[in-house]
């Protein structure tokens, strides 16, 4: 496709479930984000990767998060032992070249942890 | 760290009102952004700045690098209905061997027909 795609656009997960939320990028794009975004609130970084590199995952809240672009395309971001303060939605954006300016989002994905 | 502030949290228009929302830091930023959200989906960008004092527009909307580097702001003229939304603010700067980008907690627009 033409746009950043995301799957599941919905995960429902009882606490202590391990999920994994799927981005596709723009075929092309160099740097790939992840922003964590709750209700009412603006994304917060979470972790930037620069083809396979990972260059920065200090916005990572905890241990139990871990993100992954093996071949510098797809990515995964994986959340071990769901907490409930894990609900929000997990936006992925992909940009042309190193950094987020201009950067295409996807749709998100929503996780509620029950 | 870098933080920033959006002004205001949320308005009510009347379609056909003009629109002016700000950003704001104590920090220096390279680049700002303004994105516009909409229910369910990503934020869209709407306009780039790249240099301070750039004032730069895109339709009816119309962006403002501010000259400290550390502003920003966002006007809409004559608001229409599907101008409803929320609007963010992001800062772009260098960080470490990359450019970072961080989002403002948005503005909420509602435009009344």
């Known amino acids: 496709g033409a746009g950043v795609s995301q799957s599941p656009r919905y995960k429902v997960a009882k606490r202590g479930q391990d999920v994994a939320l799927r981005c596709d990028p723009i075929?092309?794009?160099?740097?790939l984000f992840w922003y964590q975004q709750a209700l009412g609130q603006g994304p917060e970084f979470l972790t930037y990767?620069?083809?396979?590199?990972?260059?920065?995952k200090s916005g990572l809240p905890s241990d139990r998060f871990f993100a992954e672009r093996p071949e510098g395309s797809v990515s995964t971001l994986k959340i071990q032992r769901t907490q409930q303060e894990d609900s929000a939605v997990y936006l992925c954006?992909?940009?042309?070249?190193?950094?987020?300016?201009?950067?295409?989002f996807g749709q998100g994905t929503r996780l509620t942890v029950v | 760290g870098q933080q920033l502030n959006q002004s205001p949290q949320s308005m009510f228009i009347q379609e056909g009102e003009d629109v002016s929302m700000n950003c704001t830091s104590s920090?220096?930023?390279?680049?700002w952004l303004w994105y516009k959200q909409d229910p369910g989906e990503g934020p869209v960008l709407l306009i780039a700045?790249?240099?301070?004092?750039e004032l730069t527009s895109n339709g009816r909307l119309t962006a403002q690098f501010g000259i400290t580097r550390k502003d920003s702001f966002l006007n809409i003229s004559v608001s229409i209905p599907s101008d409803v939304g929320i609007y963010f603010c992001?800062?772009?700067?260098?960080?470490?061997?990359?450019?970072?980008?961080?989002f403002g907690p948005g503005t909420s627009l509602s435009v009344i027909p």
């Open positions: 954006a992909s940009s042309l070249e190193q950094g987020g300016a201009e950067a295409f």
């Open positions: 075929s092309g794009h160099v740097s």
């Open positions: 990767f620069q083809n396979e590199a990972q260059l920065d």
């Open positions: 920090s220096i930023f390279n680049t």
């Open positions: 700045l790249y240099k301070a004092g």
């Open positions: 992001a800062g772009q700067y260098w960080k470490t061997s990359y450019d970072k980008v961080i």
